[in-house]
């Protein structure tokens, strides 16, 4: 076929004609192709070793390093014209920083955007994974502020990069050891590390231990993209993840015992806690906005049927 013809047909399709329509005078997805593919082998290779952390050419957007360009990067070089891209801080969809990286990948690319998790093919986040469980049609994007696990216990790159080759965690084991002696128990909040398929120690990104558990045999692909560390790594689906703990001193997740949301009345969910600056009250909000909406949405439609079966 001449490459008009072919051209021609593709445009049929809608296919070609609405991305070239949709970027707003950029190549699609911003980034270049060239870029992209450097970043989608970069990728492949994370996938392949579970947990290493794979060196990439992080490139200049129009946003500074420090505010999820490694993620976006990510995002940008994967998503497709048929994806639908949904995007939290901190569990919200509605914080200033995922609103305007959701404007900007839709300026780019003109896809769909959600705040509803289950109806996402791509999830870009800061420190959560949402509640609800993901499948194997689902990609969460993890954007990662320090790659390097062991950078509490060891200043240099060179170093931890042997330690980790090497599968020398004993500095690392050394310091929970400590912590416990000192605190009683392993007092590490987010950023708690895991042991990726048995083989290297991670850092999950600042995520609560409450979302450490999410990592363990998922059905859903995790990739993790550092731009100022210039560093990509990845989880795939149903690989073991566990986080360090001691046979006698075991990991646990944030306590939330009798902890009830305000809004949707949800009992099991993380939760983001309040101080009433007048009364002095506790207050408990879920943290991941989009399954509050959802749980609020379902309770009210309860409440409507309850009420129309009384009439
Ligand atoms: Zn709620």
Partial sequence: MKLKEWMNTTEHRGQNTEVRQKHNGYNFAFIDEGAKREIRRKILKAVAIPGYQVPFGSRELPIARGWGTGGIQITLSIIGPDDTLKVIDQGCDGSVNAVNIKKFVSAVTGVKATTDTKEATVIQTRHRIPEEKMTEEQILVLQVP????????????????????????????????EDIVKFKEISIGARYPVMVNGRYIMDPSPIPRWDIQKLNMAETLYLFGAGREKRIYAIPPYTKVEPLEFEDSKFRVEDFKGAVCVRCGSTDTFFDEIIDDATGRRMYFCSDTGH??????????????????CQ
Avoid: N
């Fill in 292 to 309: 509050c909406d959802k749980a609020l949405e379902s309770k009210s439609r309860e409440l409507k049927t309850e009420a129309d079966q």
């Fill in 146 to 177: 320090y790659p390097e696990a062991l950078r509490t216990v060891e200043p240099s790159e060179m170093e931890t990069r042997r330690m980790h080759g090497e599968a020398d965690y004993s500095r690392m084991w050394l310091y929970l050891y």
